[in-house]
């Protein structure tokens, strides 16, 4: 897909979440029909530029009645932390956590330093493979817990 149908539906969903609103509801068909693309290409942006590690959330229902709802992920510290545990994928490559600890940084749910001291306890030196991916996952969501209950 072209990148610039990728950052034209990016903003324009990005646009839909300022201010207030927190969450917006979306028909596939109707925005790939907007912006001239497959659905399947909506899921693609959704999936990758809307992930919980760039602080949304995404659920869906399918079907007739079907809709995409992106959650912007509450600023609140403890509230935010809550829901990045929730939507924590099963498994997290180092890339994946590096990418999500930036992120953390910078909607400064987590200092510079923790993020620095969380990716070192769960750097590349895990166990490789799957394994090493359910590892780190589990190791970020418990580091993310103890935060939370220390707001």
């Given at each position: 897909?072209?990148?610039?149908?990728?950052?034209?539906?990016?903003?324009?969903?990005?646009?839909?979440?300022?201010?207030?609103?927190t969450q917006?509801?979306?028909?596939?068909?109707?925005l790939?029909?907007?912006?001239?693309?497959?659905?399947?290409?909506?899921n693609?942006?959704?999936?990758?530029?809307?992930?919980?590690?760039?602080?949304?959330?995404?659920?869906?229902?399918?079907?007739?009645?079907?809709?995409?709802?992106?959650?912007?992920?509450?600023?609140?510290?403890?509230?935010?932390?809550?829901?990045?545990?929730?939507?924590?994928?099963?498994?997290?490559?180092?890339?994946?956590?590096?990418?999500?600890?930036?992120?953390?940084?910078?909607?400064?749910?987590?200092?510079?330093?923790?993020?620095?001291?969380?990716?070192?306890?769960?750097?590349?030196?895990?166990?490789?493979?799957?394994?090493?991916?359910?590892?780190?996952?589990?190791?970020?969501?418990?580091?993310?817990?103890?935060?939370?209950?220390?707001?």
């Amino acid at each position: 897909m072209a990148s610039g149908v990728s950052d034209a539906i990016e903003s324009f969903i990005k646009a839909l979440l300022q201010g207030d609103e927190t969450q917006v509801e979306l028909q596939r068909n109707e925005l790939a029909a907007r912006f001239g693309c497959a659905p399947s290409q909506i899921n693609y942006v959704l999936s990758t530029r809307f992930t919980c590690e760039h602080g949304y959330r995404i659920e869906s229902r399918r079907g007739g009645g079907g809709y995409v709802r992106v959650c912007r992920i509450d600023a609140d510290k403890a509230s935010a932390l809550q829901a990045l545990c929730e939507a924590m994928p099963e498994t997290l490559n180092g890339q994946e956590a590096k990418e999500l600890l930036v992120s953390l940084c910078k909607q400064g749910l987590l200092t510079r330093r923790e993020a620095s001291l969380l990716y070192a306890a769960m750097g590349e030196t895990l166990l490789p493979g799957a394994q090493g991916g359910r590892l780190r996952a589990a190791q970020l969501k418990s580091a993310l817990l103890f935060l939370k209950n220390e707001q």
